[in-house]
């Protein structure tokens, strides 16, 4: 990455230390020549360490004993990279001008909330598989696969603006790396904005659709207050990422020295203190805690699996059991079919 050397150094200051600023100490060069312009806050970057290990070894856990491993994959990647990216900032409490540390904080900050969207993505196809397929505008396999492949681009730009502001030595090269991660960041601000859209139109379309178009096998559970709380939790979440990633935006196309960048209440407050509330929403209210069995009823895999055994289900001429019924929670269902058939859901 290339040195942005300040104006007005010290008349005694070792020219030979720009040359190789890791040399550099607190007695021996000003704070202005390290790759931030302020002294990280010890205390600060260690709560924040503590938050994120705190949800990822309660993720580790919910992951194994519930099975829901996209989610638990993205949740990991994500609170990993929040722990390395704060373990890099305290390192530069203790080392302002090493450059290592700064590499690490830059690249695995801007890239960990994409693994968070990630998981709050997985949850949108459930959602819709619990209310209403035939209401949906989309199948809950696109929502999945739009929305995790918006996200793959994203880390991908993310990443390689990152490896080539890492490996820059000319200002230029550090324009170019600088640019692509603003790329990247600003491709996931607009797949949280076109997510969120997506939500809103689906909400409305639910609000307007009638009793019987609803999929009776979740009737009692999309009444509980746990579900409802989770879908606060998702909505809390996709606000917080976002206000993040609209910070990221302006704090990189500033420049990695710009002074947005240099203000460390900001960042604070806008990154650090924005994806803790999202790591928090996103593992207190886990789904394997909220949706329990549900979580694999609802699946759009499950659903195509079992579609053939809908229809035989739906088209015999005795009523359904509540059994049959049970087994048929993560399927697709014809409301005409159904109003012929005596359904006794067991939620």
Known sequence: MALNVPPNLPAN??????????????????????????DPNLAGNVLYIAIFALALAAQVLFAIKYRIWGYGIAMFGGLLLEIVGYVARVQMHYHPFAKTPFLMYLVCLTMGPAFLSAAIYLCISRIV??????????????????????DFLALLLQAAGGGIAASAYTVSMDNTGKWIMVAGVSWQVFSLVLFAVVCADFFLRVRKASPVEMNPAFATFRM?????????????????????????????????????????ITFMILEGGMISIASIS?????PG???????????????????????????????????????????????????DATVQPNV
């Not at 996103?282 to 886990?286: D, N, R, W």
Request: charged letters at 15%; one cysteine or more; hydrophobic letters at 40%.
């Open 13 to 38: 200051f070792n020219v030979t230390l720009l040359n190789n600023t890791d040399l550099c100490t607190f007695q021996t060069c000003p704070l202005s020549l390290a790759h931030v312009g302020y």
């Open 224 to 264: 509980t207050k746990s579900f409802r709380f989770f879908l606060w939790s998702l909505g809390v979440s996709t606000v917080t990422v976002f206000t993040r990633s609209v910070f990221r935006v302006a704090e990189l196309s500033g420049g990695f020295h710009g002074k947005l960048a240099q203000q460390q």
């Open 289 to 339: 805690l909220i949706f329990g069995p549900n979580w694999e009823s609802a699946s759009w895999t499950i659903r195509s699996k079992l579609s053939k055994n809908a229809d035989d289900f739906t088209t015999d001429s005795h009523p359904i059991s509540g059994g049959e019924a049970h087994q048929l929670h993560g399927m697709s269902y014809n409301t005409t079919k159904l109003s």
């Open 282 to 286: 996103l593992t207190v209210f886990h």
């Open 129 to 150: 598989v619990v209310y209403s397929e035939s209401v949906s505008r989309f199948r809950p396999a696109t929502y999945t696969l739009i929305f995790i492949t918006c």
